[in-house]
């Protein structure tokens, strides 16, 4: 599945030269639509809001769309990936490396990227999307955990975060967000992108009725061949009642069991 070899992660590199190689990441991503499907086919379950119901013809239409997800045994990163077509699971694959550098702001997929890799390259099928917990262009160099991967396998991918790395925020995100609603995240001093440039999203998913409590929104953003605003809209679509968009949810079920020897 590896199209762009001289991006596979090597932690053997000094800090200077991975984030040199981030650099040459993010100039060789796209942040801009190239999926090769229509976005408007992505969701859960049932009925497609937005698609041409008579075109799809059932789930065998839909696209292929993984769920990348990472937890840790010991100095070891498991990775889990559950492809999943219209909601339903086709194919489950994993991988355990060794994490071979320590935990590092900016520098996740030198950590845990061969585990990923591997989990992807065990699938029978290639994917046609990517959703991986973690970054994408919402990073210092634009190249976080699902940019690198997306843009070494070149398939369309989108990072799925629960904290801000860094930009910020268009306006405040102090008080709750209603579900459904997003908020532009833009590139500041702390970004190689051009300041202000709309680097994602955060997109509330789900969130309470009641007043007492509420969930704190994802932090969504391009990885490769997706557009800042079609990466909210494919995570919304993936929503399925639970903070994680259903393929990441059942992706962090899956490397919890392995993490556990389930």
């Known amino acids: ?5 001289e991006f596979v992660p090597d932690p053997s590199l000094s800090r200077e030269e991975m984030e040199r190689m981030q650099g040459e990441i993010a100039r060789a991503a796209a942040f801009e639509d ?4 229509d976005p408007a086919t992505v969701g859960v379950a049932g009925e497609t809001p ?8 059932g789930n065998g239409d839909r696209p292929l769309v993984a769920g990348v997800d990472q937890a840790f ?11 999943t077509r219209g909601g339903e ?13 320590p935990y590092i702001p900016g520098l996740l997929s030198f950590r845990e990227g061969n585990a990923v890799l591997s989990a992807l390259d065990a699938l029978d099928r290639e994917p046609d999307l990517l959703l991986v917990d973690g970054s994408g262009r919402i990073h210092f160099r634009e190249a976080g955990l699902a940019t690198h991967v997306g843009v070494t396998l070149d398939l369309p991918a989108v990072g799925v975060a629960k904290s801000l790395l860094c930009g910020r925020p268009r306006r405040s995100l102090a008080d709750p967000l209603p579900e459904g609603a997003r908020v532009a995240i833009e590139a500041d001093d702390d970004v190689t992108a051009p300041d202000g440039s709309v680097i994602g999203y955060a997109v509330q998913t789900r ?5 007492d409590r509420h969930v704190n929104p994802l932090y969504v953003s391009p990885g490769h061949r997706v557009g800042a605003r079609t990466a909210a809209d494919l995570v919304l679509a993936c929503a399925a009642g639970y903070k994680l968009p259903e ?10 069991e392995v ?3 389930v």
């Not at 599945?1 to 070899?5: F, G, S």
């Not at 937005?50 to 013809?57: E, F, W």
């Not at 969130?207 to 007043?211: A, L, N, T, V």
Request: charged content about 25%.
């Open 207 to 211: 969130q309470f009725d009641s007043g």
């Open 34 to 37: 190239d999926l090769g499907f």
């Open 259 to 261: 993490k556990r020897g």
């Open 73 to 83: 045994r010991g100095d070891e990163a498991v990775s889990a990936v559950v492809l």
């Open 1 to 5: 599945m590896v199209v762009h070899p």
């Open 89 to 101: 699971v086709v194919e489950r694959a994993t991988a355990v490396e060794p994490a071979a550098i």
């Open 50 to 57: 937005g698609a041409d119901q008579a075109t799809l013809g």
């Open 247 to 256: 393929p990441i949810r059942l992706a962090d079920a899956y490397a919890d």
